[in-house]
């Protein structure tokens, strides 16, 4: 088992940044392919990045590419989003998740998750 919990959300500019960070307890952190997702009002849960067990691969949607970094510190058991060049479409509940696989899309595909975070961005 795997209690996630994140951190880092706020009310940021558009065009500013922000690291959102989650923190994982349990011995099988490190065996967990991680991923980020965020949720609108009134919208489904999207996919934004995940990041492979030890790091080494990541994976982006369309979106974000270019903007947000998914990095991992499984020594810390931490996972983090660093998200940079911020729009208002970026506004959402942000959710870290744990997958066994990788890379995985679906919410579906993720067992484990945090309660969330709130990234507002203002124009």
């Known amino acids: 088992q795997v209690q996630l919990r994140e951190s880092g959300g706020g009310l940021v500019q558009a065009g500013g940044s922000l690291r959102l960070a989650c923190a994982a307890s349990g011995r099988t952190f490190s065996s967990y392919a991680m991923g980020w997702f965020r949720q609108a009002p009134g919208k489904e849960r999207e996919f934004v990045t995940a990041?492979?067990?030890?790091?080494?691969?990541?994976s982006y949607s369309d979106s974000v590419k270019g903007r947000f970094t998914i990095s991992r510190d499984n020594a810390k058991n931490a996972v983090y989003l660093q998200m940079n060049s911020l729009k208002p479409e970026d506004t959402a509940v942000y959710y870290c998740a744990t997958s066994v696989g990788f890379p995985s899309y679906s919410p579906a595909e993720y067992d484990y998750w945090g309660q969330g975070t709130q990234v507002t961005v203002s124009s």
């Open positions: 990041i492979s067990r030890s790091g080494g691969k990541t």
